[in-house]
């Protein structure tokens, strides 16, 4: 909710959505921003973990779905270092993790070349991320159309939370040094 939708239990607008007001001196609108921002990955976890569960695997996590969309993507073989780069995650040892526990369910594979393994979806694998893709068709797009969102918006959107994300990793490197 905005500013301008919040309401009071008695119909009045109570302003904008701010969990950290002791954050906010300079930048309220920001604090909103994390705020929604944090409802909405908590949002997003959650659906990845449930539609993945309705696809077959209830004991695969939301990094374990994460990762195995992420080697699916292009039907290319990756590695380890390639799929921590597009999901911009820093401890390579989750994705570890959660490729061995994607292997284990035979929905990817390494194949050693040199030094490297590259990791690609099984028959299997693909058939799951399918699977995937056809509940998320049936119960979430369907439902995000009736926000009357045009794509173009939600393409624009994607593309400054990704910027968004840079000043982020360059305040947290900032941050770091301190």
Known sequence: MTDSTATHPRGRVS?????????SHRAQEQSEFEFGLIIASHAFTRWMVRCMAAAGYPELGSLDV???HSVNHRERAKRLADICLVLNVEDSH???YALKKLARHQLVQGEKHGKETFFRTTELGRST?????EIREDCLIESLSSLGIEPEETSRLASKLRAMSGIYDQAA???ASL
Do not use: D, F, M, W
Request: charged residues 15%.
């Open 15 to 23: 302003g904008p959505i701010v969990s950290s007001e002791h954050l």
């Open 66 to 68: 994460l990762v195995l």
């Open 94 to 96: 989750t994705v570890t």
């Open 129 to 133: 991320c399918q699977r995937y893709a």
């Open 173 to 175: 490197r900032a941050a």
